[in-house]
RNA sequence: CGCGGGGUAGAGAAAUGGCAUCUCGCAAGGCUCAUAACCUUGAGAUUGUGGGUUCGAGUCCCACCCCCGCAACCA
């Protein structure tokens, strides 16, 4: 029955690439663990996923920031770089490809992608007149200014004019607004939707996409003066990572994206940029922008001089990459800002994870293994139908999920304790058997829904069901204090 | 009048215009298969403020107060 109808659909999804200035923390783990559930998900499916993750290379900051470390800019962000696949690989976050601005395979391309823009006719050669600090080395903004000076420097900025290219971002204004109130380009969730239509509908002004005085950025190829600025070279990784220009049937193979993941504060540069620039080179555009809320970390916002800045690796080395995902994606509903802290971390830990999903893994192990003898045949139906949890999952409602997940955990609880196996062994051993095969046909069914996001709970669960002698394991999650 | 989101027990969340629900925490009781785990019950809310529509408002309308993002060359 295989024909070419039957291929597996294809799954593209992103997540943006991140600035190498700065260590991992937990909200670019949050994106990233969530695409990396919705990319385990649409596998599980059955689809051809690809998965992209990566790092931002390119940038004065950068720069500035290796030699600050007395390091060579290539190898500060190699280091750097590796940082975040290290980080991705201990969360149990498993990409197709991590791409780098900084390989030639991306370089290429953009370079490519640039001299397309130029074919188009839809970017000129303008003037970009700002405030420029010397103490900054960049642009500042007038409502910046205090008393007309640099706050931060005390300096009277110059003001300068600086030859750039230009693209016409202003000429997208109608198709774009059609497009988003179509879902061609699908914004998700709604308030996101309507706050990007809403600046459209004020109107567009044209960006500058070259620098003049940038240094660690690709060189413009028409103008040797310039350089392409570092947001239009990274955009186009998503691009580039599935060989633009290179391999040309693998591009059109897994574009248009079908889901590009990301927090709340560069929506803009995705949802009206980003399309922009692609309908003017003839490529399609992606099919749904997803953003996500920002963290706080008790109650204060997350920042290097508060110094409250959370390193996922810490929290993984001591609750697990599966208790790290699941907290994040328990804990605030996907789209809305919320606050996390370690606190709350071991309160999920402990309730949600130890006594709950983990101590009813035990009860029910334990008793098979001493009232069955460890057999349970082959596996039952589930007695409950959780279906509705993958859906939300689907949709990236991952705290929803999960709460109809727990739901049903409460329920096996209350199950057991009314039943009362351990009396019941004693008149109808039939009637525990019974019990105990319903339980384990729903623990192995909750593994499956909850594998992509505890990959690794799940295979343990699975582990022990399916060993044919069941045998109570260790805790799955050992109580923290 | 810049744009958007939000304000519901101590904390966090949920509620097609119809008995305000859930989780954590707190209090009391029960159970012994289980990770001092689990189960039951209880206390705890004049739903930010003031008005309006309605038989009936957390929900719809108006005004106001407060919090949080964004405001394009900062990733």
Same mark, same amino acid.
């Given at each position: 029955m295989k024909n070419m109808s039957d291929e597996p659909r294809k799954f593209y999804i992103t997540t943006p690439i991140y600035y190498v200035n700065d260590k991992p923390h937990i909200g670019s783990a949050y994106t990233t663990i969530a695409a990396d559930v919705i990319a385990r998900l649409h596998r599980q499916l059955g689809e051809d996923v690809f998965f992209l993750t990566g790092t931002a290379e390119h940038g004065d900051k950068i720069a500035g920031s290796a030699d600050k470390a007395g390091k060579e800019v290539q190898k500060f962000v190699d280091e750097m770089s590796a940082k975040f696949s290290f980080a991705w690989d201990q969360l149990g976050i498993a990409p197709d490809d991590f791409i780098r601005t900084t390989e030639q395979r991306h370089v290429d391309a953009v370079v490519l992608f640039f001299k397309k823009l130029k074919e188009s006719g839809k970017i000129y050669e303008g003037e970009y007149e700002g405030l420029y600090c010397v103490a900054h080395e960049a642009f500042i903004k007038e409502s910046d200014l205090v008393n007309g000076l640099?706050? #931060?420097?005390k300096t009277k900025p110059d003001k300068i004019k600086e030859k750039n290219w230009f693209f016409k !971002?202003? #000429?997208y204004q109608g198709v774009l607004i059609e497009k988003i109130e179509n879902d061609e380009l699908s914004i998700r969730p709604h308030e996101r939707k309507n706050e990007i239509l809403s600046f459209l509908k004020h109107g567009l002004e044209d960006i500058s996409?070259?620098?003049? %005085?940038? %240094?660690f950025a690709i060189p413009l190829p028409w103008d040797e003066n310039q350089r392409i600025y570092v947001w239009m070279d990274e955009l186009f990784n998503y691009c580039s990572a599935i060989g633009?220009?290179?391999?040309q049937e693998r591009f059109h193979k897994y574009w248009p994206a079908d889901a590009q993941l990301m927090g709340k504060d560069i929506i803009k540069f995705h949802c009206v940029i980003w399309p922009a620039l692609l309908l003017a080179i003839g490529e399609e555009i992606p099919k749904k922008i997803v953003a996500h809320g920002f963290f706080t970390v008790d109650g204060q916002k997350m920042s290097k001089t508060i110094g409250n800045?959370? #390193?996922p690796n810490d929290w993984v080395a001591k609750y697990g990459a599966d208790a790290v995902r699941y907290f994040l994606l328990r804990e605030v509903p996907f789209g809305q800002d919320g606050d996390v802290s370690e606190e709350k971390l071991k309160l999920r830990y402990n309730g949600d994870l130890a006594n709950g999903l983990g101590n009813l893994f035990s009860r029910v192990t334990n008793m098979i293994e001493k009232y069955l003898d460890g057999d349970i045949g082959d596996f039952i139906k589930s007695? %409950?139908? !959780?279906s509705a949890a993958s859906d939300a999952f689907y949709n990236f409602d991952f705290s929803e999920g999960l709460v109809l997940i727990w739901k049903e955990i409460a329920w096996a609880n209350q199950l057991i304790d009314r039943s009362k196996p351990w009396e019941l062994v004693k008149t109808e051993p039939d009637k525990v058997k019974e019990l105990l095969l319903n339980l384990s046909a729903l623990l192995y069914d909750i593994a499956k829904k909850l594998a992509p996001i505890m990959p690794e709970t799940a295979q343990r669960i699975n582990q022990v069901l399916e060993s044919g002698e069941v045998k109570k394991p260790e805790p799955l999650f050992a109580k923290i204090d």
């Open positions: 640099c706050p #931060d420097h !971002l202003s #000429d996409i070259s620098r003049q %005085k940038a %240094k633009y220009g290179a391999d800045v959370i #390193d007695p %409950k139908d !959780l």
